[in-house]
């Protein structure tokens, strides 16, 4: 690939008649770094991509001459690794996704990194938002916008129905339910609306329809949420333990029994039945039930356990999936450092 790459770049900087001290100056690099793309030393950034490609005339994958697969591959790594995407980089993500969107075979595909490279940056914004509001609390703390600010930031609880109801999603998935009919996972996502909007006869309704088609331990789960959302906890209680008592192999029924109590901060019983969901999971395991757990030791302020379920994930991405660094890691380590300090 080197080679391929270090051809294309020499062929195309001829064509247009330029030096390789002229494609330096305009890419605002050395000419040496030019001399090793062309003699297979080194291969170009990827943040250079962009410009490069403008510069010679040529779209990013005719000049870097990979398979679409390869573009994507990268894509979604940069998506799932990278703590910030730079400017430069999510440009050349961005352009090379939709220049594949009139690409049948590809567009679902695209769009959906699409979607999710435009939510990693949404992200990236609020954390720097959460940031700049907490120092403007620091300066003003009674100030209500600073507070709206953190809260926006950080995807705080708004109490004003008006702007916290999800009747547009709910709409969006009665539509869409009809349409997938077999499609189960519909169910459940107009079910979570449902539920927390509090229309829990319409819920009841969407719950039976899922059963028909999905029968299992989703029928006491959501059976009980819609009876706590009611204001009936001890038939509630009732059906989350049925739940488990018919599905005792589910490693699924196990870890939402344990979301259910972490709802209700019985802490001890949720830690239980998280560990009993991760203990029956296959590999490779998920993080979820672990991170719940040292979330709940931090809460207790039990900082030395949480760091122990922190060291506990860290070891189980290395092993389970091959994950060593990235910004995923890289969270896990700063909060093991903060726990220390505290």
């Known amino acids: 690939m080197n080679i391929e790459i270090g051809k294309k770049i020499k062929t195309l900087r001829l064509q247009?008649?330029?030096?390789?001290?002229?494609l330096a100056t305009k890419l605002n690099i050395s000419s040496q770094a030019i001399s090793k793309w062309e003699n297979n030393v080194t291969m170009p950034?990827?943040?250079?991509?962009?410009?490069?490609?403008?510069?010679?005339?040529?779209?990013?994958?005719?000049?870097?001459?990979?398979?679409?697969?390869?573009?994507?591959?990268?894509?979604e790594n940069m998506i799932s690794t990278e703590h910030f995407i730079s400017k430069d980089d999510f440009s050349y993500a961005e352009q090379f996704l939709k220049e594949?969107?009139?690409?049948?075979e590809k567009k679902s595909q695209c769009l959906t990194l699409l979607a999710q490279l435009h939510i990693h940056r949404s992200e990236e914004h609020r954390e720097l938002a959460s940031?700049?509001?907490?120092?403007?609390?620091?300066?003003?703390?009674?100030?209500?916008?600073?507070?709206?600010?953190?809260?926006?930031?950080?995807?705080?609880?708004?109490?004003?129905?008006?702007?916290?109801?999800?009747?547009?999603?709910?709409?969006?998935?009665?539509?869409?339910?009809?349409?997938?009919?077999?499609?189960?996972?519909?169910?459940?996502?107009?079910?979570?609306?449902?539920?927390a909007d509090g229309r829990c006869t319409e819920a009841k309704e969407t719950l039976e329809s899922l059963n028909e088609i999905r029968p299992g331990y989703l029928y006491q789960l959501y059976g009980g949420l819609i009876c706590k959302e009611?204001?009936?906890?001890?038939?509630?209680?009732?059906?989350?333990?049925?739940?488990?008592?018919?599905?005792?192999?589910?490693?699924?029924?196990?870890?939402?029994?344990?979301d259910c109590m972490a709802k209700l901060c019985r802490y001890d019983e949720a830690i239980e039945y998280y560990s009993k969901g991760y203990e029956l999971q296959p590999s490779p395991k998920?993080?979820?039930?672990?991170?719940?757990?040292?979330?709940?030791y931090e809460i207790q302020g039990k900082y030395e356990k949480a760091i122990e379920k922190l060291q506990e994930i860290i070891a189980l991405l290395e092993r389970?999936?091959?994950?060593t660094e990235g910004k995923t890691v890289d969270f896990y380590r700063g909060e093991i450092e903060n726990f220390k300090k505290l």
């Open 320 to 323: 389970d999936w091959k994950t």
């Open 131 to 195: 940031h700049y509001a907490k120092e403007a609390l620091l300066l003003d703390p009674h100030k209500k916008s600073n507070h709206n600010a953190l809260r926006d930031a950080e995807n705080g609880v708004i109490f004003d129905w008006n702007f916290s109801n999800r009747h547009k999603l709910i709409e969006y998935y009665k539509n869409f339910v009809p349409n997938h009919p077999d499609y189960w996972k519909s169910y459940v996502w107009l079910m979570n609306y449902l539920i």
């Open 45 to 75: 950034d990827i943040q250079i991509l962009p410009d490069l490609s403008v510069i010679l005339g040529v779209t990013i994958d005719e000049l870097f001459a990979l398979t679409d697969d390869t573009h994507v591959e990268r894509i």
């Open 100 to 104: 594949r969107l009139t690409n049948d």
């Open 286 to 296: 998920y993080t979820d039930a672990l991170e719940a757990i040292y979330h709940i």
């Open 230 to 258: 009611e204001g009936n906890l001890s038939q509630a209680l009732i059906l989350w333990e049925q739940m488990t008592e018919l599905h005792p192999h589910e490693w699924l029924a196990w870890s939402s029994r344990g």
């Open 16 to 22: 247009k008649g330029m030096t390789q001290e002229e």
